[in-house]
Each structure stands twice: as structure tokens, then as C-alpha cells.
């Protein structure tokens, strides 16, 4: 007699699953510290490479819509460039790099941080990024365990910190991460098992956003200036369709204390003006991937 076989895809997840948790623990957290090394190493390329391509597709956009307008000045990359082409390359002296020479961390240590051809410094930066990957990997199977929850939160945390990297960098958040970013939590959350029900994931997403534009309007009503971006108000939407409405208090609670302190160490060092604006993307995503793993004791801490 034949077994009975069941050809959905919430099978063969679940067999997955099983699978993965019969192997021993120590080669699951090694698993998820490579695979996170991995990622990291993609969301260095993301980072960099993203808000490249988005400038160029708005510049197509309006020299089609302003055709006779002067066109600008092009860029210092290649014609083709997107998140798999061109390979990597030293940004002295265009030494493409080889496999070896793109392993996570473990190239950049071989080397001692210097790019193989011309002796350049290469940014800490990468193996940073590699190594926080890795480490929200690992996090995310210690709080869920061996199963697509891990998964789904290590997925919330790679986009979160792609997002906060790219708004520190350009004081952008882009439409293509935090979008779907929103979907995906609504999507995770649809049925049982998510991080929040789904009515929560709606009132998060609608109260996410409209908390920060409120704050927007507010702030240009009193001091005539953006206080933020309209970015911020999709991120904090998103975050709020992950981890449910009742998380959101909490969430910008710590962005904007670690915004505050930043900000305040940044200019004492003279690295920032006071009047400088300072991207809030990287501190609500750091709110979102804090409040992911701990829950929300600040409401017990005030009552």
C-alpha cells in the first residue's frame, strides 16, 4: 500500500520544520550564524546598491516627463547595475573580487581589512553588518525556536535593518522595503500562530502611520519645518502590522529615547549640527527588532 501523500505547501513546511528541529542544537544555531552571515553579506550589497537604482529610475522618470529639460550629470557605475550585477569590486581600484575574497567576516579577517590588489582599507562596516545578521539569525531561533516564526522574525529583522541602514545613509526610506514590509505583517499575522491577531495587525498598521503623521503635521504647524518623512510613517505602519497595535507606544518610546541620545552625544563630538536632522528610520527599526524579542515591560515599568 502506497503512503498517503499530501502535496500542499503547509505540509512540506511542516516537514521541514520537524526535520530541522530533530538535528542537534548546536548545529542549528551554527545553521542560523551562517545563514544570517549570508544575508548580511546580500544586505550589504542592498544597502549600497538600492537607493543607486532608485535615483536612476526617478531620473529616467523625469527626463520622460521633461524631455528638454538638461539632463544630469551621469553616475560612476556601470549602465547595468542592480543587486546581482556587477560583481563586487574594490571602490579604489575596481578589483573584482573572487570567491574567496567574498566570505563573510572570515574574508575580511584573511585579508586584515585591506582589499588584496591595491592595499586599500577596506569599511569595518561590511563585517559589521555580516556579523549583526548572523547574531539576529541566532536571536531569532532562541526566541521562537525551530520554526517559521525564527524565520518570519529573522525576516522582519534583516528588512528592518536594510531600511534603518539605508535611511541613515540617505535620509530615505524606500517604498520597496517598507511596503512590503506592511504586507508581509498582515500576511504573518492572517492566520493562528503569528506575532499579533489580525485585527491588531490592522489597527497597528492604520495607528502606525497616522500616530507619526499626526506628529508631522503637528511639528510643521508649530516650527514651519518637516520634522520627518513620510518613510517613517510607512516603517512605523509596518512594524505596527507585525507586532500589533499595542506595541507601538513602546516602539517609539525607544526610538525616540535613542534618537535623543544620539543626537545629543553626535553633536557634543561635533559630528552633527543641532540643527541638523537626524534620520528616525534607524531607531524605530531598532524599537520594532527590541520589542520583537523582549515583549513590552516598559508598560509594567509605568504602570
Known amino acids: 500500500m502506497q503512503p498517503s501523500f499530501d502535496p500542499t505547501a503547509a505540509h512540506f513546511a511542516s516537514r ?7 538535528l542537534p542544537v548546536a548545529v542549528q544555531y551554527g545553521f542560523a550564524v551562517v545563514f544570517g552571515l549570508v544575508i548580511g553579506s546580500f544586505l550589504s550589497v542592498v544597502v549600497h546598491r538600492l537607493p543607486i537604482m532608485l535615483e536612476r529610475a526617478w531620473r529616467a522618470e523625469v527626463d520622460a516627463a521633461m524631455p528638454d529639460n538638461p539632463k544630469p550629470a551621469a553616475d560612476a557605475y556601470p549602465e547595468r547595475f542592480n543587486l546581482a550585477v556587477p560583481r563586487s569590486a574594490c571602490p579604489h581600484c575596481k ?10 567576516v ?10 588584496s590588489a591595491c592595499g ?3 569599511s569595518p562596516r561590511y563585517p559589521l553588518i555580516e556579523l549583526a545578521t548572523g547574531a539576529l ?25 536594510a531600511a534603518g541602514l539605508i535611511d541613515y545613509d540617505t535620509r530615505y526610506l524606500p517604498d520597496v522595503l517598507t511596503l512590503p514590509l506592511l504586507w508581509a505583517g498582515l500576511i504573518v499575522n492572517f492566520g493562528e500562530g503569528g506575532f499579533a491577531t489580525l485585527h491588531d495587525a ?20 508649530v516650527r514651519g519645518v518637516e ?15 507585525w507586532l500589533g497595535w499595542g506595541a507601538l507606544a513602546q516602539v517609539v518610546l525607544i526610538a525616540a529615547v535613542a534618537g535623543a541620545a544620539f543626537g545629543i552625544v553626535a553633536t557634543w563630538r561635533k559630528r552633527m549640527r543641532f540643527e541638523e536632522p537626524l534620520p528616525f528610520g534607524p531607531f524605530l527599526a531598532a524599537g520594532g527588532a527590541i520589542t520583537l524579542f523582549v515583549g513590552t ?7
Open 297 to 303: 515591560p516598559l508598560y509594567a515599568l509605568f504602570g
Open 137 to 161: 539569525a541566532a536571536l531569532s531561533l532562541y526566541a521562537y525556536g525551530p520554526s517559521w516564526g525564527a524565520v518570519a522574525a529573522f525576516g522582519l529583522c534583516a528588512t528592518l535593518l
Open 202 to 221: 490592522v489597527t497597528g498598521a492604520i495607528a502606525g502611520y497616522l500616530f507619526l503623521w499626526c506628529v508631522y503635521w503637528l511639528f510643521k504647524l
Open 95 to 104: 578589483h573584482v573580487l573572487r570567491a574567496w575574497e567574498n566570505i563573510p
Open 106 to 115: 572570515i574574508s575580511y579577517l584573511a585579508l586584515r581589512g585591506r582589499c
Open 120 to 122: 586599500a582599507r577596506v
Open 16 to 22: 521541514y520544520a520537524e526535520a530541522f528541529a530533530a
Open 227 to 241: 520634522g520627518m518623512g513620510y518613510g517613517d510613517f510607512k516603517l512605523l505602519a509596518a512594524i505596527g502590522a
